[in-house]
């Protein structure tokens, strides 16, 4: 789970791509990029729930989820990789 305390760190890295801001509907929008891009096997085996001010993945799945959570941390703390998945990602 994300929350609006974390998303100032990366919040630039989001502005730079028009209509993004870094809610929790962006971290949405860049977990299934990052599935669709880097993790196809993720597919269909977690849920997101985002609001404004907060992003949650749930599911059954805990491996899933864990390798979702690995590849989002990695996001959060490289601003590049997070940058090449803000770019692609769709607007929720």
């Given at each position: 789970m994300l929350t609006d305390q974390h998303f100032g760190k990366v919040a630039a890295v989001f502005e730079q791509v028009e209509g993004f801001?870094?809610?929790?509907y962006d971290w949405a929008s860049v977990?299934?990029?990052v599935v669709g891009r880097d993790a196809q096997h993720l597919e269909g085996r977690f849920g997101t729930d985002p609001e404004a001010g907060m992003f949650v993945a749930y599911g059954g799945d805990h491996e899933a989820l864990g390798e979702l959570g690995v590849l989002l941390a990695k996001a959060y703390s490289d601003a590049e990789y997070l940058g090449g998945l803000?770019?692609?990602s769709e607007l929720d």
């Amino acid at each position: 789970m994300l929350t609006d305390q974390h998303f100032g760190k990366v919040a630039a890295v989001f502005e730079q791509v028009e209509g993004f801001e870094g809610s929790g509907y962006d971290w949405a929008s860049v977990a299934h990029a990052v599935v669709g891009r880097d993790a196809q096997h993720l597919e269909g085996r977690f849920g997101t729930d985002p609001e404004a001010g907060m992003f949650v993945a749930y599911g059954g799945d805990h491996e899933a989820l864990g390798e979702l959570g690995v590849l989002l941390a990695k996001a959060y703390s490289d601003a590049e990789y997070l940058g090449g998945l803000v770019a692609i990602s769709e607007l929720d």
